[in-house]
């Protein structure tokens, strides 16, 4: 059983940023933030395989948000630039030990098996 845990979460404005971190208590094939704001559904933000390195973004933050490890820590980061409103969620790390993340893949839940219990994001407008 693979526990992880999340920080790096709390308040910014507009324009600003944050970094979340994920520690795992053992290693994992692929890590991943999701987020789930009030009265919506969890999405996939962003993803890593970790044996590979290749990374997969959603859309909406393309450009702006940055995931990357640091498998001697079995660590993963999410650097949030240039943040948004819309982008205030509960954010959550996820772990899998289900092979290789495809782009077609990377952003369902059933993908993962381990969850954290997540880090409050709010953005100010």
């Known amino acids: 059983q693979v526990q992880l845990v999340e920080s790096g979460g709390g308040s910014v404005q507009a324009g600003g940023s944050l970094r979340l971190s994920c520690v795992a208590s053992?290693?994992?094939?692929?890590m991943g933030w999701f987020r789930q704001a009030p009265g919506k559904e969890r999405e996939g933000v962003a993803a890593?395989?970790?044996?590979?390195?290749?990374?997969y973004y959603a859309d909406s933050v393309k450009g702006r948000f940055t995931i990357s490890q640091d498998n001697a820590k079995n660590t993963v980061y999410l650097q949030m630039n240039s943040l948004k409103p819309e982008d205030t969620a509960m954010y959550y790390c996820?772990?899998?030990?289900?092979?290789?993340?495809?782009?077609?893949?990377?952003?369902?839940?059933?993908?993962?098996?381990?969850w954290g219990q997540g880090t409050q994001v709010t953005v100010s407008s």
């Open positions: 996820a772990a899998g030990d289900r092979g290789p993340l495809y782009s077609y893949r990377w952003s369902r839940a059933s993908t993962y098996n381990y």
């Open positions: 053992g290693y994992t094939s692929s």
């Open positions: 890593i395989y970790t044996a590979g390195g290749s990374t």
